[in-house]
């Protein structure tokens, strides 16, 4: 008799579905967690108080386990080891009835379906929805004229933008910016346009400031691009990156 799994909790952020025209369409990418390796389930196993001497033990039955069923399986049997289930299939055209299989033109592939048990404790899960993707952000804003770090601007200067998703792309219609923006009101202070950027990478901005900002008055950066921050795919409309850091002009 299998143990019950027990079922789990997704989290996940919202984005928008470029696959579709509508703006109101988005799917749900899933957090991503840590990657386990067979040695470190072992390892859980065990802390969960299973009955066997050395986590090498577990290790080998485990593998024994699963080697057999695969090769019980690849000889043409269903093999159902309760929380998966697996076959093989034979994918490619035969063009005779008596056409001899041949690599690459005919493949074996494995096919791996979830057991009732997992499939029970996955309809089980909760899933909670944590808004819009941080698929771009600006971490952290370099004055490269004091050598300071999320602390000033320079007027004239030259500022550094590092983060993820923050590559300046735009279109005909909706070009793409970098503004400079009052603190306090978010009014717009200084705008610098696509071209004029020093260096643009999905990582890193880099930009000279234009002349003209009041000194000691409180600063924060935007951008305005159609970069998805994970597709090469452009956003349908704009998205702006506001940045929280309060750069203070020096």
């Keep these: 008799m299998a143990k019950k799994v027990k079922p789990g909790k997704l989290r996940g952020n919202t984005t928008p579905n470029l696959l579709t025209e509508d703006p109101n ?9 840590m990657k386990y390796d ?8 065990l ?44 994918s490619g055209v035969f063009n005779s009835s008596t056409e001899t299989f041949t690599r690459p033109k005919h493949e074996v ?16 899960t909760l899933v909670e929805n944590m808004g819009p993707a941080q698929n771009n952000i600006i971490s952290e804003v370099v004055n490269r004229t004091t050598k300071s770090v ?32 009052d603190a306090a009101t978010g009014t717009i202070a200084k705008n610098i346009i696509e071209e004029d950027l020093l260096a643009n990478l999905p990582t890193q ?27 090469t795919k452009l956003l349908k409309t704009p998205r702006l990156i506001v940045s929280d850091i309060v750069l203070t002009c020096v």
């Design 47 to 90: 802390l969960d108080g299973a009955t066997v001497k050395t986590a090498q033990d577990l290790e080998e039955s485990f593998r024994m386990v699963m080697e057999k069923g695969i090769e019980m399986s690849l000889m043409g049997n269903n093999v159902s080891l309760e929380y998966i289930q697996m076959r093989a299939s034979v």
């Design 205 to 231: 901005v880099m930009f000279q400031v234009p002349a003209g900002l009041e000194t000691g008055k409180k600063y924060i950066v935007k951008i305005s691009t159609q970069t998805t921050g994970t597709s």
């Design 109 to 124: 592939n494995p096919v791996l379906t979830a057991g009732q048990a997992y499939l029970d404790a996955a309809h089980n």
């Design 150 to 181: 999320n602390k000033d601007i320079s007027s004239g200067g030259v500022l550094e933008l590092h983060g993820k998703g923050l590559k300046v792309t735009g279109s005909e219609m909706y070009p793409a910016h970098v503004y400079i923006c």
């Design 38 to 45: 067979l040695s470190d389930i072992i390892q859980l196993v």
């Design 25 to 33: 369409d988005f799917i749900l990418q899933l957090i991503g967690g």
